[in-house]
């Protein structure tokens, strides 16, 4: 389903596609994050035949309204602080979604699938 913003204009449309590749794109710009990760093997298989990278490893969950809710499944960077690079995460994607669509980001949640040395 995607996310809907209604403004005095009228009404304005956003793709979960689109609003995952935002998250992507903003998350992978965080130091201590080291990749994306697939939520599941069938993705991996998917994956080797698409190019959505950007999109690799982020489920958003909209519902019609203007409140979305981003889960990220990473790979962080060993000898790192988790708590202080997901906070750090959390805070640039809930950032950048609402600065440039004026979507409500209810909740970012990072799921640490790997950690590489």
Same mark, same amino acid.
């Given at each position: 389903m995607s996310a809907v913003l209604k403004n005095?204009?009228?009404?304005?449309?956003?793709?979960? @596609?689109?609003?995952?590749? &935002?998250?992507? $794109?903003?998350? #992978?710009?965080? %130091?201590g994050l080291v990749g994306m990760n697939n939520k599941h093997i069938g993705e991996?298989?998917?994956?080797?035949?698409?190019s959505d990278s950007l999109k690799k490893g982020v489920d958003i969950k909209a519902d @019609?309204?203007?409140n979305i &809710?981003?889960? $990220?499944?990473? #790979?962080?960077? %060993?000898?790192?602080?988790?708590?202080?690079?997901a906070e750090n995460i959390i805070d640039k994607v809930k950032y950048t979604i609402e600065k440039e669509t004026g979507?409500?980001?209810?909740?970012?949640?990072?799921?640490?699938?790997?950690?590489q040395v």
């Open positions: 005095e204009y009228g009404t304005i449309t956003y793709d979960e @596609g689109y609003l995952a590749t &935002v998250a992507g $794109l903003s998350a #992978t710009e965080s %130091y991996s298989i998917v994956g080797l035949f698409t @019609g309204s203007e &809710v981003v889960k $990220l499944y990473v #790979t962080m960077k %060993y000898g790192v602080s988790l708590s202080a690079v979507l409500n980001v209810d909740s970012v949640d990072i799921l640490v699938q790997s950690i």
